[in-house]
């Protein structure tokens, strides 16, 4: 069974730093592209980024573009997401997605439960 977990969300202060993380098991994901989603309460998902297999290439959402970085280490299956000066406006619960069509993962096939990340102003 395919699973995806993310973790790393929690509390920060407006303009601090947090690291999410995004396991994956049940098969490799190292010839797939990855990515991260958001959803704030009351409001539609919100595509943040995305990465290719290898990933040399990267795709950001107007909203974080120089703020946020997508990575993966496919020998660990792993996709991170290195958020900082978050503002509170990034407040949202963020999924881990795989198996995404590029660039802006329109369309992803496995995803995670997702992690609340809260930033206080």
């Known amino acids: 069974q395919v699973q995806l977990v993310e973790s790393g969300g929690g509390l920060v202060q407006a303009g601090g730093s947090l690291r999410l993380s995004c396991a994956a098991s049940?098969?490799?994901?190292?010839?797939?592209?990855m990515g991260w989603f958001r959803q704030a309460p009351g409001k539609e998902r919100e595509f943040v980024a995305t990465i290719s297999w290898s990933g040399g290439s990267t795709w950001y959402g107007d909203s974080v573009k120089g703020r946020f970085t997508i990575s993966r280490d496919n020998a660990k299956n792993t996709v991170y997401l290195q958020m900082n000066n978050l503002k509170p406006t990034d407040t949202a619960v963020y999924y881990c997605?795989?198996?995404?069509?590029?660039?802006?993962?329109?369309?992803?096939?496995?995803w995670g439960q997702g992690t609340q990340v809260t930033v206080s102003s």
């Open positions: 049940g098969r490799t994901f190292s010839r797939d592209a």
């Open positions: 997605a795989a198996d995404c069509t590029l660039p802006y993962g329109s369309s992803c096939n496995y």
